[in-house]
């Protein structure tokens, strides 16, 4: 069937049109000059999604095939599509669609019913006709074996299948309802939409599913990661609500166990402070809410803790020494409490025997590997080979015991450095290999009795066992027959199965609300007053205080979509407050020129101390080496366009003047990186080559989305542009607006 050319809220709630990889056609005239390096200069016809309605499909059941269709010229568009049905599948609706008018810089959705015969991968393909062009996109879709549909009051009780090696699967718990940011990754990666949708994980309902589909399959506990939000006082956690409000709150609380890993990484935050503050805050926070519970992990009677950068306790405690101290006063603390000790593990994915060693001098009982990174983006073949090696050589070395971790693929959160997957078959090789290592290794240790699967869920950085779209219930099933003896087949139940969900309905309500600022920003504005040639780019927030855009007048687009944002008087008009809010751009391949950029803007604050804060940001974590930003180091300005991980900071010799507008630019022509203040050249650096291009967003008025390190004043006129201007340019653009 075909439904309006406005986005349907249902299809939104499950958040399955994401823009892929789209495939584009110009099938209109250009209307205007674009951005150098890209962008929508007169656009055309792009297919934005391809995809099905609902994460997981069931053979011999109606399914939804789904397409979004975007106009990105200036003149109407007449389109036709056609879903292309594989054999064994029958469309229930009419396979081509009749013609659809789009609006310039809007879209369309059309749906089509199908059904599949058999369970199984079957493609599809989909053909869009404008005028004279046609524009094609394929999808491989997976159909789970048949199962009668059943409307019940819950989830069936967990069939747990025992395993004679005990098994624990890591648990990334950042799947909050507050934070559908987190999900940007599957964006980019819809075939990783999990079985639940784009879940909230405060749900007990959530928490019930994933115990139900890992028991049934071997998995016996989950290691939560553990953050800790400020050290030095009472505890504060984030992310904590996947253990405090759904698994402590939900039904099968007492079908598996659950340990935690302490993510101690943000140091002054997520450590602690001192030898006080672990005794009279941390450890007894853990003891209350964790320790005693009966559900967490307790081995030979003793409270397992892993824990995620052991060796940063050495400064928070002092010294070696004090954190040997504090492992002994810990696990008499538990053996004061009743148990028989503490078991700790400290995380490690190398193979340096001086690191090693300074784990076992701490006390640690055991090493294991969160994940572990493969280099060169490995064939599966590669990517098991080499986890074989690094196990035998940490066993090899004979430093600490270890724990062995498997790891199913790798990402990054942008698809940075190597990134890599092994398929089900093939990630049953590795579950086999491991698990003959591990009843090789000798005596009655942790060992040889226990095994860690990397990922359960961690859907951003790319690694993950848990039930999902491109592969369902695959890698779970792989566990279950390499670890247990449970018959087969067994029926894997999926929400839908038995009339319960959806779980994403806090994420439908952002994406429509993001899909409807999508409109606003992307309107066609233009202003005057600064060189034209090369403009990607320009910002100026002049719009309505209460506008939650900020639109791009250089006319190419590329409006901001503001979060807690603000307006004030600026250089020219308004400008943007910078308190913690800022404004996103979208990514697009026009966002990272190549061969050169300018990066300029007003500033203004009262301010002093504002080190590593940044007012205009390309450049994040999984590409640190890519893009560029600037912003204050040491009160000083700074532009930035690395080359290696956070290289070339180019740094004005003085601190930002402060109480007035101050004019910046930062200048790259491919060879030499230049920095002016008030139109004059103030520092210069010589980095030789292109501008490493990424798929980011670019952030205005802070390092990103409700980040720490935000610039504190405000922000006006910012300019991007693909090419370095010349001093004189420069200059004209600082005496255009208030100076001294």
């Not at 199962?147 to 624990?168: A, D, F, H, S």
């Not at 060169?376 to 062995?404: C, D, M, R």
């Not at 990272?592 to 300029?600: C, F, H, N």
Request: with cysteine; aromatic share 10%; proline share 7%.
């Amino acid at each position: 069937m075909i439904s309006s050319c406005m986005m349907r809220m249902v299809l939104a709630c499950i958040g399955l049109f994401f823009a892929t990889a789209a495939t584009r056609a110009a099938a209109q005239e250009p209307a205007g000059g674009g951005p150098a390096g890209g962008g929508p200069a007169g656009g055309g016809i792009e297919v934005t999604a391809f995809q099905p309605v609902k994460p997981l499909s069931r053979a011999g059941r109606p399914a939804g095939i789904a397409a979004v269709i975007r106009n990105t010229g200036d003149v109407k568009a007449s389109v036709v599509a056609e879903l292309k049905v594989p054999a064994g599948v029958r469309c229930t609706t009419p396979a081509t669609a009749p013609a659809v008018v789009i609006e310039p810089w809007d879209e369309c959705e059309l749906e089509w019913e199908v059904v599949a015969e058999e369970a199984g991968e079957h493609a599809f393909g989909l053909e869009v006709r404008t005028g004279d062009t046609s524009i094609e996109a394929a999808l491989t879709v997976l159909f789970l074996p048949a199962v009668e549909m059943q409307k019940l009051p819950y989830i069936p009780e967990p069939e747990p299948v025992e395993t004679e090696i005990l098994i624990g699967a890591h648990h990334c718990p950042l799947w909050e309802a507050d934070k559908p940011e987190m999900w940007a990754q599957l964006l980019k990666h819809p075939e990783r939409t999990p079985a639940l949708g784009f879940y909230a994980q405060e749900n007990p309902e959530v928490s019930d599913w994933e115990t139900k589909w890992a028991v049934e399959h071997g998995v016996s506990f989950f290691i939560y990661c553990w953050y800790r939000a400020s050290q030095g006082g009472p505890v504060e956690t984030r992310f904590s609500s996947a253990i405090h409000e759904a698994l402590f709150k939900s039904r099968f609380v007492d079908k598996m166990k659950f340990t935690i890993m302490w993510e101690n990484q943000r140091r002054g935050f997520a450590g602690v402070a001192d030898e006080q503050d672990l005794k009279e805050n941390l450890f007894p926070y853990w003891m209350e809410n964790y320790f005693t519970h009966p559900s967490y992990l307790k081995v030979d009677n003793k409270p397992v803790l892993f824990i995620y950068r052991p060796e940063f306790l050495v400064d928070d405690l002092g010294s070696e020494e004090n954190v040997v101290k504090a492992f002994d006063w810990m696990r008499q603390a538990c053996r004061d409490a009743g148990f028989d000790g503490l078991c700790l593990l400290g995380e490690y994915r190398g193979l340096n025997p001086e690191h090693l060693g300074l784990m076992k001098r701490l006390g640690l009982d055991y090493s294991f590997a969160y994940c572990w990174h493969v280099g060169n983006s490995p064939t599966p073949e590669q990517a098991i080979a080499a986890q074989e090696a690094s196990i035998a050589k940490t066993q090899e070395l004979g430093i600490l015991p270890q724990v062995v971790t498997l790891s199913q693929a790798w990402s990054g959160w942008h698809d940075e450095g190597s990134i890599w997957k092994i398929p089900p078959e093939e990630y049953k090789t590795l579950l086999e290999k491991g698990k003959a290592f591990v009843e090789s290794m000798p005596g009655e240790g942790l060992g040889s009795r226990m095994l860690l699967l990397d990922n359960w869920n961690e859907w951003g950085e790319g690694h993950y066992i848990a039930p999902y779209r491109e592969y369902g219930f695959g890698y779970l099933d792989a566990v279950r027959e390499v670890f247990s003896k449970a018959p087969e087949p067994h029926i894997d139940l999926i929400p839908e199965d038995i009339g319960l969900g959806p779980y994403d309905t806090a994420y439908a309500a952002y994406r429509a609300r993001d899909k409807n600022l999508g409109k606003l920003r992307t309107q066609r504005v233009r202003k005057a007053g600064v060189p034209e040639e090369g403009l990607i780019g320009w910002w100026a927030f002049d719009e309505k205080d209460d506008a939650p855009v900020a639109l791009d007048y250089s006319g190419h687009r590329f409006g901001a979509i503001l979060y807690d944002g603000a307006r004030a008087p600026g250089v020219d008009g308004s400008a943007l407050v910078c308190r913690g809010g800022c404004g996103l751009v979208d990514y697009d391949p026009a966002l990272s020129p190549e061969s050169g950029l300018t990066v300029a803007c007003w500033v203004k604050t009262d301010e002093t101390g504002q080190s590593n804060q940044w007012f205009v940001n390309h450049v994040f974590s999984g590409g640190t080496q890519t893009g560029y930003r600037m912003g204050l180091v040491d009160d000083k300005p700074t532009f930035e366009v690395p080359q290696t991980s956070w290289s070339h900071h180019l740094k004005a010799p003085s601190p930002l003047p402060t109480g007035r507008w101050v004019h910046l630019a930062g200048t790259f022509d491919g060879k030499t990186m230049r920095l002016y203040v008030d139109g004059v050249e103030q520092a210069t650096m010589d980095r030789p080559g292109p501008v490493n291009g990424n798929q980011f967003p670019l952030c205005l008025g802070s390092y990103a989305k409700g980040h720490w390190a935000h610039f504190k004043g405000l922000l006006d006129e910012v300019l991007l542009y693909g090419r370095a201007l010349s001093p004189a340019e420069v200059g004209a653009l600082a005496g255009a607006g208030e100076t001294p």
